[in-house]
């Protein structure tokens, strides 16, 4: 067909550059070679004081210098990934109100840094896409039974966070579709890392319809197909990279 760009045209992210957060993370380094082996260049952020570039998600202030860093770097930001994370130990049986809130706040690092992302577009006249890392436990209730004794990895506020963000990227992607910036969310399902207790991820692994647990390269795809032209008419979505996990 006349005009049709090509699958590898689509995929390609030759002359764009990315900026992911946490990229140093047990996802975030998978997602971080992906953009790269796509063509990108990428801009890969830590919260740590001593990174080329620190974007720390709990300090507006930190939000706005990294990302201007970034541009001096790099030139331009083209696709933005909110992969970074701060944890909490605490489940609803403990956590202090101080603490749940900030839980929250790694939603508000996300809107803020996406809202720079935007108008750095806009003033460009530039299209972008901005993608959120949510949970599949954004969507669905965790089963008590799989953390019971051994670890509060899923707390109530983790998965209030979630939950918001997964609803934070429709609300985006509505509000500046017309600018040309697309916001979709990524949600992995369980990927817990070689730290994880061999007894919880066992119990993952029964809960999954693949009897497995995720690994990171199986982001990839999903991230460059958010990333890229192979999802243009893609907007306000919640995709879901959970073997399953969701579907039962
Ligand atoms: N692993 C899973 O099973 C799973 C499942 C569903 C969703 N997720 C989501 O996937 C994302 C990555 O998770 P992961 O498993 O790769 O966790 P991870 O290995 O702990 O990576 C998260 C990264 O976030 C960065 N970070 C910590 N505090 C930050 C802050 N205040 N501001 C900005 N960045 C901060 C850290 O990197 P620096 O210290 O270099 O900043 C850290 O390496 C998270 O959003 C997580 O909620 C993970």
Same mark, same amino acid.
């Given at each position: 067909?006349k005009?049709?760009?090509?699958i590898?045209?689509?995929? %390609? ?17 998978a /997602?971080?070679?992906?953009?790269t082996?796509?063509?990108a ?9 001593g990174?080329?570039?620190?974007? %720390?998600? /709990?300090?507006e202030?930190?939000?706005n210098?990294?990302f201007d ?7 331009k ?8 994370h701060?944890?909490l130990?605490?489940?609803w ?16 690092g996300?809107?803020?840094?996406a809202?720079?992302m #935007? ?7 530039a299209p972008?896409?901005?993608i959120?890392i949510?949970? /599949?436990y ?11 004794g ?9 998965q ?6 997964v609803?934070m990227?429709?609300h985006l992607?509505?509000?500046?579709a ?7 969310c ?7 890392s ?6 919880l991820?066992? #119990? ?5 319809? /693949?009897?497995r ?15 890229? *032209? ?6 306000g979505?919640?995709?879901?990279? *959970? ?6």
């Amino acid at each position: 067909m006349k005009n049709e760009p090509t699958i590898q045209q689509l995929f %390609d992210l030759s002359g764009k550059v990315a900026l992911i957060t946490g990229a140093s993370g047990h996802l975030g380094s998978a /997602m971080a070679r992906a953009l790269t082996e796509a063509s990108a260049r990428v801009v890969a952020t830590s919260h740590k004081p001593g990174a080329e570039v620190v974007i %720390d998600h /709990m300090d507006e202030a930190s939000i706005n210098r990294g990302f201007d860093e970034a541009v001096k770097i790099a030139g331009k930001v083209d696709i933005l990934i909110c992969n970074g994370h701060e944890p909490l130990g605490a489940d609803w049986r403990t956590a202090t109100g101080e603490q749940f809130t900030r839980q929250l706040q790694n939603a508000t690092g996300y809107f803020l840094l996406a809202r720079k992302m #935007r108008d750095h577009a806009v003033e460009r006249k530039a299209p972008a896409s901005i993608i959120l890392i949510g949970s /599949m436990y954004g969507v669905v209730g965790s089963y008590p039974e799989v953390y019971e004794g051994i670890s509060t990895a899923s707390p109530v506020a983790y998965q209030t966070l979630k939950g918001g963000v997964v609803q934070m990227a429709r609300h985006l992607a509505v509000y500046w579709a017309k600018d040309g910036v697309r916001v979709n969310c990524l949600s992995p399902g369980p990927f817990p890392s070689s730290s994880a207790p061999a007894e919880l991820v066992e #119990r993952l692994k029964a809960r999954s319809p /693949m009897a497995r647990i995720g690994q990171p390269h199986e982001l990839k795809g999903a991230l460059i197909f958010l990333a890229s *032209d192979a999802s243009s008419y893609v907007t306000g979505q919640n995709l879901l990279v *959970d073997g399953g996990w969701t579907a039962w």
